[in-house]
């Protein structure tokens, strides 16, 4: 399984960015795939998860600013940042979870068997 994203940049405050994560040995149709982040110094945060129902999760910090979406087809997972502020910035990171998972759970790193390596978000203000 690899997951790759791809899309981070250098935006200003209430710019918007789209980042991609491109799978392959998994289908994100058939599992639960989430985007979560890392800011320096902090511990890995949930942002957004989609399980294979379609159920959607986000963290409130971003809600009504970033969606979480999928293109089975091109078997990529996608997520819409607007509105961005100084506090978004941090490496992102998306994950994918094999396992059956209630939506209290989709947020929680501790869930999620696969992982990409990351790509940097930073927001100036």
């Known amino acids: 399984v690899e997951l790759v994203e791809s899309g981070g940049g250098s935006v200003q405050a209430g710019g918007s960015l789209r980042l991609s994560c491109a799978a392959s040995?998994?289908?994100?149709?058939?599992?639960?795939v989430g985007w979560f982040r890392q800011a320096p110094g902090k511990e890995h945060e949930g942002v957004a998860a989609?399980?294979?129902?379609?159920?959607?999760s986000y963290a409130d910090s971003v809600k009504g600013r970033f969606t979480i979406s999928k293109d089975n087809a091109k078997n990529t997972l996608y997520l819409q940042m607007n509105s961005l502020k100084p506090e978004d910035t941090a490496t992102y990171y998306c994950?994918?979870?094999?396992?059956?998972?209630?939506?209290?759970?989709?947020?929680?790193?501790?869930?999620?068997?696969?992982w990409g390596q990351g790509t940097q978000v930073t927001v100036s203000s």
């Open positions: 994950a994918a979870d094999v396992q059956w998972e209630e939506m209290t759970r989709m947020l929680e790193t501790a869930v999620y068997d696969y």
């Open positions: 040995g998994l289908a994100v149709d058939d599992y639960a």
């Open positions: 989609i399980r294979s129902d379609g159920s959607t």
